[in-house]
C-alpha cells in the first residue's frame, strides 16, 4: 500500500545550526513530493515541492533532495531560526493529485 | 494567507448531530481535498473534488459525505456525530487534480460532546 513516513518524530537543533528531516515513501510510482510547514493552530503551509526527475531543490533557506532509488526524501533548513519551530510533513501525490502525508516531525530551535 | 477560505473556525455540537463545514477553493483552482486531522496524527485524506466531480476517495466514513458546487466551493457534511470525529478538518485547494502544489485552508476545529 502506499505510505510515508518520516524517521523521526521529534529534532532539537541549536538556533543557527542547519537542520535536516527525513522522509521515507514507498510508492515508487510517485511522481510528485512536497514538503510543509505546520504551525500550533493553523493549516499546513507549502515550503518547497520536487518532481521524480529532479534530485535537488532550492528554495529560500530549504533545500530538498529526492533519492529515488531508497526512496528517500529530506529537508534541508539553512541556519535555523526560532520561527522554524513547527510540524514539518512531508508528502507524497497520486496521480489524482490526493497528498498522502507522513505523520510529521516536530522541529524544536533552542535559543 | 493561502487564499482558501473555510468556515466556521471553530464547532461545537453535540454527539449524533449533523453539521456542515464549508470551503472556498483560491481563485482558479479548480481541484479541492478535504483532510481530517485528529490530536497528534497527521493528515488523513477524505476526500478530493475536481471541477465538480469526485475524482479520488479516501477512509471517508460513511456518515460523512461531501460536494463541489458549479461556483467550485465545496461542502463537507458530518452526521450522526460521535466523540471520535472531533478533529481538525482542513480543505486545501490546487489548481489542477495532480503534480501541483495544494493550498490549505486554517482549518475548522470541530468538538464533538
Known amino acids: 500500500g502506499e505510505s510515508v513516513g518520516l524517521h523521526l518524530p521529534t529534532l532539537s537543533v541549536q538556533e543557527g545550526d542547519n537542520s535536516i528531516i527525513n522522509c521515507a515513501y514507498s510508492?515508487?510510482?510517485?511522481?510528485?513530493f512536497i514538503w510543509y510547514k505546520q504551525e500550533s493552530g493553523k493549516g499546513p503551509q507549502f515550503i518547497i515541492d520536487?518532481?521524480?526527475?529532479?534530485d535537488k531543490r532550492q528554495g529560500q533557506r530549504v533545500t530538498v533532495l529526492l533519492n529515488k532509488t531508497v526512496k528517500h526524501l529530506s529537508l534541508q533548513i539553512a541556519a535555523t531560526q526560532p520561527g522554524d519551530s513547527a510540524v514539518y510533513f512531508c508528502a507524497e501525490s497520486s496521480e489524482t493529485g490526493k497528498l498522502i502525508f507522513g505523520q510529521g516531525t516536530t522541529l524544536q530551535v533552542k535559543p | 494567507d493561502s487564499g482558501v477560505t473555510q468556515t466556521p473556525k471553530h464547532l461545537i455540537t453535540a454527539t449524533g448531530q449533523r453539521v456542515t463545514l464549508r470551503c472556498s477553493p483560491r481563485s482558479g483552482d479548480l481541484s479541492v481535498y478535504w483532510y481530517q486531522q485528529s490530536l497528534d496524527q497527521g493528515l488523513q485524506f477524505l476526500i478530493q473534488y475536481y471541477n465538480g466531480e469526485e475524482r479520488a476517495k479516501g477512509n471517508i466514513l460513511e456518515r460523512f459525505s461531501a460536494q463541489q458546487f458549479p461556483d467550485l466551493h465545496s461542502e463537507l457534511n458530518l452526521s450522526s456525530l460521535e466523540l471520535g470525529d472531533s478533529a481538525l478538518y482542513f480543505c486545501a485547494s490546487s489548481v489542477e487534480g495532480s503534480g501541483t502544489e495544494a493550498f490549505f485552508g486554517q482549518g475548522t476545529r470541530l468538538t464533538v460532546v
Open positions: 520536487i518532481r521524480s526527475n529532479m
Open positions: 510508492n515508487s510510482a510517485s511522481d510528485y
